[in-house]
């Protein structure tokens, strides 16, 4: 994201304290550190990375992906949970402050004292660094600004991640496109397990999802037209992520806390139970989880199944689903190759082009095992017609929505794809008694409606449904409605997953 020893000295927008400071942060969502570490020494928020060697500073999956929830007044971190991040505003809060520190004398003065550099020769050197980085900050700050507000708790990843490639990567500002479609940070519990993964579920291979993640949030790869013997070459730390993916498979769906957060009425939980099998369970696979058939891998694995529901049957606002689906992109020197030397290509098939060449040279240059290649992949391969492992393709085109299994999902509100009904109640009532216009920020858990609360107040922001991608209709299951008693019961049974 920035070179660490420029984010270090950094000053907050409007000159006041650090930047990196965790109560300024806390503004966007960050949550403060857990005391003091030698990991940390700059004691920046859950979710900061720092590469010594590099000198960068970044985020990492902790930042969009660890939650606090509050239960009477009592903060309880979630590990997986969505986080409160409201990404797009830090983002820009960052370039705003990175160019009012070469605007003002003293305040560059401030700068350069934070920074050390105390003669005239070192602060030229340094206010020439920081014009150079502020040049490509505010640059990607451009590419990367939302055209629709994402708030707390979402982003439009995939918009972001090919504007990275397609745009910035490849030096083609033709393939600019609006940031527009945000989808709300998915819990993480479960996904080492699943079939496929993302809303529109087209990733299987762990490390083709998140070298892919890497490149869409401050990574980068050679896509110059230019790239000859460099191309595709990237700054994917593979071993890391290796390590991170690793580190998912210790997640658990949280537990239902019932001395801090009431019991939990097993009558109600069994009728529940009953409602939820009748209307909910074909199309979300719940403990014990329905598997894939070991016959379709390569080695006979099997993953939990997920559902999948063409968008246009569930109804859920169309930007997102569309915004991939009719997004094309360019090509250049460098990358057509990979598409059989077309000039222009479906977004989806960009993207998923140049991140599997990018993570295939990452794998070349790290010199891993055979073995140790499948695990990467997270073993999602099928048998090829020459008896060779194939890695799993998404069904084409991708017109679908995941619908996933649902344990924690009183954590993960609000819900939908794009986060658009503040409470599991509302999901279950028809479209026309959800709210048009709540608040997000808030951490406070709605245990009766399960989800947050999503009243007026300060720092929150205003989540208005009326606005194109923030659309609150569909997803109204079963025909003819749930009665109040019976969604009640149904949340009682959630409760319990
Ligand atoms: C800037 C915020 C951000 C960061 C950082 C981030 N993610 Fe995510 N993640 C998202 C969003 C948003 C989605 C949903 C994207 C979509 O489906 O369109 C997502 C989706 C996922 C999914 C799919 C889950 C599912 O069930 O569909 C996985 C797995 C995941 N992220 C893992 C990671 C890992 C591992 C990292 C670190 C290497 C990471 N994420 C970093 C925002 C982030
Ligand atoms: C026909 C298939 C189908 C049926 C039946 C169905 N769902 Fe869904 N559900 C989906 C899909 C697809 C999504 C994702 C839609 C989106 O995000 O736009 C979803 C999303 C959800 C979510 C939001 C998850 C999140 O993380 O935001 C919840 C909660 C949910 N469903 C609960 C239920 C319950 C409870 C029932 C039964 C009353 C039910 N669903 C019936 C397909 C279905």
Redesign the pocket.
């Known amino acids: 994201m920035m070179p660490a020893d420029l984010f270090a000295a950094l000053e907050q927008p409007d000159g006041r304290g650090r930047f990196g400071a965790p109560d300024f942060l806390a503004q966007f969502g960050f949550l403060p550190p857990d005391g003091d570490s030698p990991l940390n020494p700059d004691g920046y928020p859950i979710g900061f990375a720092v590469d010594q060697e590099a000198n960068q500073v970044g985020l990492t999956c902790a930042a969009c992906h660890t939650a606090e929830v509050e239960v009477n007044g009592e903060r309880i971190r979630i590990d997986g949970a969505p986080a409160h991040l409201d990404f797009d505003s830090f983002y820009q809060a960052l370039a705003q402050a990175v160019a009012a520190t070469l605007v003002s004398p003293e305040r560059f003065q401030r700068f350069a004292a934070n920074f050390g550099a105390e003669d005239e020769a070192a602060q030229k050197a340094l206010q020439a660094r920081l014009a150079e980085f502020n040049l490509e900050l505010t640059g990607d700050a451009v590419v990367r600004r939302p055209a629709l507000a994402s708030g707390y708790g979402r982003v439009d990843a995939l918009t972001q991640i090919i504007n990275s490639l397609a745009v910035t990567d490849q030096s083609k500002p033709e393939n600019l496109y609006p940031v527009a479609a945000p989808t709300?940070y998915?819990?993480l519990w479960l996904t080492p397990e699943l079939e496929f993964v993302q809303?529109i579920p087209i990733a299987a291979s762990p490390i083709a999802r998140n070298g892919g993640q890497v490149l869409g949030v401050f990574g980068h790869t050679d896509l110059s037209s230019g790239a000859a013997e460099n191309a595709f070459r990237s700054t994917m730390l593979l071993r890391n992520l290796q390590e991170m993916e690793d580190w998912l498979q210790v997640l658990k769906p949280p537990v239902w806390d019932e001395t801090r957060m009431g019991k939990i009425d097993p009558e109600l939980r069994d009728r529940g139970a009953e409602?939820?099998r009748e209307?909910?369970a074909?199309?979300?696979n719940m403990a014990p989880y329905e598997r894939t058939e070991p016959e379709v891998n390569h080695f006979g694995e099997t993953f939990i199944r997920i559902?999948?529901?063409d968008?246009r049957?569930?109804g859920?606002?169309p930007a997102y689903p569309m915004s991939l689906l009719t997004r094309q992109v360019a090509t250049n020197e460098t990358t057509a190759p990979l598409f059989g030397d077309r000039p222009i290509v479906p977004a989806l098939e960009f993207f998923g082009g140049t991140v599997q060449a990018s993570v295939q040279r990452a794998i070349a240059e790290a010199e891993f095992s055979e073995e140790e290649i499948l695990a990467l992949n997270g073993m999602r391969f099928t048998t090829g017609p020459d008896g060779k492992p194939v890695p799993y393709t998404p069904e084409q085109p991708p017109t679908?929505?995941?619908?996933?299994p649902?344990a924690g999902?009183w954590a993960?509100?609000?819900?939908?794809?794009?986060?658009s009904v503040p409470t599991?109640y509302e999901?279950?009532s028809p479209a026309s008694e959800r709210r048009e216009v709540f608040w997000t920020g808030g951490r406070a858990l709605d245990l009766r409606r399960l989800g947050y609360e999503s009243g007026d107040a300060p720092g929150r922001f205003r989540f208005d449904t009326r606005l194109p991608g923030n659309g609150n209709g569909?997803?109204e299951?079963?025909e003819g409605g749930?009665s109040h008693d019976e969604r009640m019961a149904?949340i009682e049974y959630?409760k319990s997953q």
Do not use: M, Q
């Open positions: 709300s998915p819990p809303w409602i939820f209307n909910c074909g199309c979300h559902g999948r529901v968008f049957k569930v859920t606002d679908y929505l995941k619908a996933g649902l999902v993960t509100g609000p819900y939908l794809h794009n986060g599991i999901l279950l569909g997803h299951y079963p749930l149904v959630l």
